[in-house]
């Protein structure tokens, strides 16, 4: 089962980066469900920390359920269990996967608005000063875990052509093109962020907890830019791959993306 998360982290900084170092180590399997952790005083050797900061990040970890303390024993790490979902998606194909993420997974809209945009969006898709967008957030979930959590930002004038209710059952891109806009490509970038609090809470994690940070400019064919997509992932649920050919000659040879290709 999922672990029962709260929304803090353990109180002081040296206590919430052993809390997310060992989460991490959990989550990435260095530690495997059923083992046990090092012993407090091994962790305390580790993390040049005090005994006490290590038993604030092991009751954290006990309370989302990440590990079990026993008296005696130690701590002992918790299977995820096997229907924890697992989504990959390959970087050179990503696109069309998204797209077919969104017949296989469900969203819900959490809310629908119309209005100004950041700076950042506006200048990203080229809106005249002034111009509002419909800005949409949606939490998308896999067999009822959510994952991922998406702001979009779409032109007004493009927006119009649906209503909340379409958005809460029909993904983006296809309202897009249902409402004659011919899309053409997109600039995207993967970077890393934490979770505040309003996220950590939708997407069932600690506040703080690393999060997968996507952003996704979408144009048409005459470049215009009609969606701002900024989507933000849970990296245990999450990950992004992708596969490389050793190509060039000499000095030259370097590493290629296979276009087309699926996970390895």
Request: glycine letters at 8%.
């Amino acid at each position: 089962m999922p672990p029962n998360v709260q929304n803090t982290l353990p109180e002081g900084g040296k206590a919430r980066r052993v809390y997310l170092s060992l989460r991490d180590d959990i989550s990435n399997g260095t530690f495997a469900p059923d083992a046990f952790l090092p012993s407090e005083s091994r962790l305390s050797e580790r993390f040049g920390v005090s005994r006490v900061t290590i038993r604030r990040a092991l009751d954290t970890l006990a309370s989302d359920g990440w590990i079990e303390k026993r008296t005696g024993a130690g701590s002992r790490v918790l299977a995820r269990g096997s229907d924890a979902p697992q989504i990959a998606a390959d970087m050179a194909t990503l696109i069309p996967q998204v797209i077919e993420m969104e017949r296989s997974t469900t969203a819900r809209l959490l809310s629908f608005s119309y209005g100004m945009p950041p700076a950042a969006v506006t200048e990203a898709l080229g809106l005249a000063q002034g111009e509002q967008v419909q800005t949409a957030v949606r939490v998308r979930s896999c067999d009822g875990q959510p994952f991922s959590h998406l702001t979009t930002h779409v032109p007004q004038d493009i927006a119009q052509s649906y209503d909340e209710a379409d958005l809460a059952t029909q993904p983006l891109f296809r309202l897009l093109e249902r409402s004659g806009v011919q899309i053409a490509g997109a600039h995207q970038s993967v970077s890393a962020t934490l979770a505040a609090p309003e996220v950590a809470a939708t997407l069932q994690v600690s506040v703080g907890s690393a999060l997968l940070s996507l952003t996704r400019i979408v144009y048409d064919t005459t470049g215009q830019g009609i969606e701002y997509l900024s989507a933000l992932y849970r990296p245990d649920m999450f990950r992004l791959e992708m596969n490389l050919n050793r190509v060039g000659l000499g000095d030259a040879r370097h590493w290629e993306p296979v276009i087309g290709a699926g996970s390895p």
